[in-house]
């Protein structure tokens, strides 16, 4: 049982670039959110999916899209990377009830230069 | 606006005491709170929450109380053990939203 996976560990990127984060988890979780984490802002929400098919945008979703089309998988993309995006980006899932508890991945350190 | 505020950004406490994390909050409508620990390199971890129809939850060395006329929840940490070093979030939601808002955390460092 892995829990939370997120791939890669780490990346940099140069402006403009793409980019997929890949998060998966093997806990049969309906939700799943993607989160980044800037120093002195702690967490903050970009976007987030309640089942299989289904996205939403959070907080600070602006220049991301995501993609749920397995229930395991829950997938961030950066279409044209902007050095803004330079973050450590965490990725959770929850059972389905609210509220409660997520479990967060390890984590995928980002930089774009 | 910080809905959620840590403000303290680290503590240093001697083996044994008690460590004491504050959290302070705005918005009204938070009607369930939880706190997160997280070691470097690592994800954040669960560590325990507490709704607002109560204003103590208790799991172990691990007690959280919630004020709420005040909009301050705390985390005591009793006795205070070196592993426990790592940085705290407290974060809170509006149950039935999806939209947990995180605090800046505050970085814990127990002396051995």
């Known amino acids: 049982n892995a829990g939370v996976t997120q791939t890669p560990k780490f990346r940099v990127l140069k402006t403009g670039q793409s980019m997929t984060l890949l998060c998966a988890q093997d806990?049969?979780?309906?939700?799943m959110y993607w989160y980044r984490q800037d120093p002195g802002m702690g967490l903050r929400l970009i976007h987030y999916s309640v089942g299989e098919g289904t996205t939403a945008k959070g907080e600070v979703p602006d220049g991301y899209n995501v993609s749920r089309l397995k229930k395991q998988n829950f997938l961030l993309g950066l279409e044209s990377a902007a050095p803004s995006q330079t973050s450590v980006y965490f990725c959770?899932?929850?059972?389905?009830?609210?509220?409660?508890?997520?479990?967060f991945g390890p984590g995928t350190r980002l930089t774009v230069l | 606006d910080q809905q959620v505020k840590q403000n303290s950004p680290s503590l240093s406490v001697q083996e044994g005491r008690i460590s004491i994390l504050n959290c302070d909050y705005t918005n009204s409508m938070f009607d369930y709170f939880l706190w997160y620990k997280k070691y470097p390199a690592e994800g954040p971890t669960f560590l325990i929450s507490?709704?607002?129809?109560?204003d103590k939850n208790e799991d172990g060395r691990f007690t959280v109380f919630l004020n709420k006329s005040a909009k301050h929840l705390s985390l005591h940490i009793v006795p205070s053990q070196p592993g426990d070093s790592a940085v705290y979030f407290c974060?809170?939601?509006?149950?039935?939203?999806?939209?947990?808002?995180f605090g800046t955390g505050t970085r814990l460092k127990v002396l051995a």
């Open positions: 507490i709704s607002s129809i109560k």
């Open positions: 959770a899932s929850s059972l389905g009830t609210l509220p409660e508890k997520q479990y």
């Open positions: 974060a809170a939601t509006d149950s039935g939203t999806y939209k947990y808002i």
């Open positions: 806990m049969n979780h309906e939700y």
